[in-house]
Structures are given as structure tokens and as C-alpha cells.
């Protein structure tokens, strides 16, 4: 029997016949995974579900001077990006595709907030971030404050940024995220923008993104 | 092949080769078009230029430097993404490749502008000095408008 099955003529059709159930049972899987990520809503680009992030207290200054933090995002849908006004490119071509998106989903979305968080605490004071995002639209808010307050959101959106100001010049650059992040009311991270930016398609991906957190509820 | 067509057909390549070469001195074949700043937000001292640069020539040509009257000091940059974060990188010169265009663009290559000697706002002009490798310089004027968001797809005028 041994022998038998050894030798070529069995071996050979019974390695097949396995290769197939191995193939088979892999592709059941794979399909039944991407059948279950699609209830799970997977599909959606730039979704964080399940288990989306919880964003804890955190302490910055907005525009006003006035405190902000977790409590201030509560109740809203937040798009945040990370930037600084002495950013000539990435920055402004960002938060004017964002204020064109805004224009168009304001009207169907009276629960939106626009906010442009600062990464660079020495040249962006509050004075300055005010007239920064009132360029774009006056209805956007910008974040900011001193180091601590700001290394308090961008820990709890877990984004890097680094400053080039090594020679201590006053033009240095900053390097940040390119992203925008998307906080629903109860202030969980459900999503993530990513570059290049366009109008179409952050309505697009916002509106699919709300849609379906709400049909969680 | 008498002596006069002889004399006439020497004396035809000795022109064209001639003409040739005053002309080659004469024509710079780098064109520069479709050159815009952005208007930036108040209190902002950084804005950012873009232009189209066509090299129609057989040899490649390197932009060394842009300068300004309008402006304290100009650098190419180049928007650069790696994965989720975004920087920021010099560039020393910039090489346009034979018959070839580069375009300066919102979210790639730019031009760094800094310090305005006066504030442009939307409408305003701003004169741009090219300076190129082979010691020709070209000078254009750029419009300064305000960005839409349109301005990643397609290009102004």
C-alpha cells in the first residue's frame, strides 16, 4: 500500500486533487472575508471600521484665543488638516480645495467644521491663524497655541510633523501630514483623506463616510 | 559641374553653415508660459509661482537661478510626499531635458517666493527673471491670481 501510494501514479493526482481543495478552501475564505468587510463597510476609501479611534481630551487655542478641545468637536463633523500659513504650496492649494468642498456641503450640512491645526507654534500666533483661515472662509477655525498644547492633538490624531529649523533661520520649513482627518459627532476618527486633494472627491468620500456611520446608529 | 555652379554651390553651404551659427547665438529656444503666483492669505510673507518651461532646443538646459524685483529672494522647491507626510525640497537648479516641457505646479515643483517688497493681492503683476545655464536670461511678467481648487487639474489662461 506504502508502495503504491508513493509511487508517481497515485502521488501525482492526489497532490492535484489537494492543490485544488487547498486553492479552493483559500478562495471560500478570501471570499467570505471580502463579503464580511463590505457589511463592515471596508469598501468605502479612506473609512477607519470597525474600531475607529477615540479622541480623548486635548487643550489647543482657536483663532479667537479661546480654548478648544474634545468638547468643542462633540456634536459636529470635523475635517482637520495639519499645515502652517509659511507653507506656500501644499497648505493653501489644501484649504482652498477644502473651501470649495465646504461651500457645496454646507448646505445639507449644517453640522461641518472646517479646521486648519497649526504645526508650526513660534510663527503661526493667534493673531495670525485668525487671518489665515478667514481667508478661506471665515466660517473655518484654526488651531494652534504653544508646543505642549499642540503635541496634545496631534497625539490623539497620531500625526507626525517636524520642524527644519535646525540653523535657526526664520524661513524655515516644516514637514507635516498631508491628510485630512475626519472626526464624527462622538468624536471618533472615522476616516482619512488622502492626498491629492480634490473637490468631487472629498464630497464624495465624506457623504459615503457619513452615510454610513450613521446607518451604524 | 562647371566652375560657376561650382562656386555657386560652395559658396550656398559656406552661407548656411555661416548663418547657421549667428543664428544659434541669436535664438534661445526655452519658452516660458502659463506663469502665475498665488495670491496668499494676509500676513503670509511665502508665496508660491508656477509657470509652464518648454526646452524646444536638441540639448538639455538647466534653470540656475529666478530672481525678482517684487520679491527678496526666490528658491525651487519641490512638494515631495512620502507616504502620509509632505516636505518641502530645494532644488539647486533645475534641468529641462532636450525638446521637453517642465511644469511648475500646485502640490510639485514651484517656485518659493519670499518676503514681497509690497503686498500682491489678485490682478496684480510681478516681474521674473530666468537665468539658465547656457547665460541666457528670460524675463516675463506673472499674474497674480487667487487659487481654486481647480488648480491642480488644469491651468490659468
Known amino acids: 500500500m506504502l508502495k503504491e501510494l508513493s509511487s508517481s501514479k497515485f502521488l501525482m493526482p492526489a497532490m492535484a486533487i489537494l492543490a485544488v481543495l487547498a486553492t479552493s478552501a483559500g478562495f471560500y475564505i478570501s471570499l467570505k472575508q471580502a463579503q464580511q468587510s463590505q457589511q463592515g463597510g471596508s469598501t468605502i476609501e479612506g473609512l477607519f471600521w470597525p474600531n475607529p479611534k477615540q479622541i480623548n481630551e486635548f487643550s489647543v487655542l482657536d483663532q479667537d484665543g479661546n480654548d478648544f478641545g474634545i468638547k468643542q468637536m462633540k456634536g459636529k463633523w470635523s475635517f482637520i488638516f495639519f499645515g502652517y500659513s509659511h507653507c506656500p504650496d501644499v497648505c493653501p492649494v489644501t484649504m482652498s480645495v477644502m473651501a470649495d468642498s465646504y461651500k457645496e456641503l454646507v448646505g445639507d450640512n449644517k453640522d461641518l467644521q472646517v479646521i486648519f491645526a497649526s504645526v508650526d507654534p513660534e510663527r503661526d500666533t493667534t493673531e495670525k491663524l485668525s487671518q489665515y483661515v478667514n481667508y478661506f472662509n471665515p466660517d473655518f477655525i484654526g488651531l494652534g497655541g504653544n508646543i505642549e498644547m499642540i503635541n496634545s492633538l496631534t497625539g490623539q490624531i497620531g500625526v507626525a510633523y517636524y520642524l527644519n529649523n535646525e540653523n535657526q533661520t526664520e524661513d524655515y520649513l516644516v514637514d507635516h501630514s498631508a491628510s485630512i482627518f475626519l472626526i464624527d459627532p462622538l468624536g471618533r476618527m472615522v476616516g482619512k483623506l488622502s492626498p491629492p486633494h480634490e473637490k468631487n472627491k472629498i464630497i464624495q468620500q465624506f457623504t459615503k463616510i457619513k452615510n454610513f456611520i450613521n446607518e451604524q446608529s | ?157
Open chain 2, 1 to 157: 559641374m562647371n566652375k560657376v555652379n561650382l562656386f555657386l554651390l560652395t559658396t550656398f553651404i559656406f552661407q548656411s553653415l555661416f548663418l547657421n551659427s549667428v543664428f544659434a547665438k541669436e535664438i534661445f529656444e526655452v519658452d516660458i508660459s502659463e506663469a502665475w503666483i498665488s495670491e496668499a492669505p494676509p500676513t503670509v510673507s511665502v508665496l508660491a509661482g508656477y509657470a509652464k518651461i518648454h526646452n524646444a532646443s536638441d540639448r538639455p538646459i538647466t534653470l540656475l537661478t529666478v530672481s525678482s524685483p517684487n520679491f527678496s529672494k526666490i528658491e525651487i522647491h519641490r512638494s515631495v510626499l512620502n507616504g502620509d507626510m509632505v516636505s518641502m525640497e530645494k532644488q539647486d537648479s533645475l534641468e529641462i531635458p532636450a525638446r521637453s516641457t517642465i511644469m511648475l505646479s500646485p502640490g510639485d515643483l514651484h517656485l518659493m517666493l519670499f518676503d514681497p517688497v509690497k503686498p500682491l493681492r489678485s490682478g496684480d503683476t510681478a516681474t521674473l527673471n530666468f537665468s539658465f545655464s547656457d547665460g541666457h536670461n528670460k524675463t516675463i511678467e506673472a499674474k497674480v491670481e487667487r487659487r481654486s481648487s481647480e488648480d491642480h487639474s488644469h491651468h490659468h489662461h
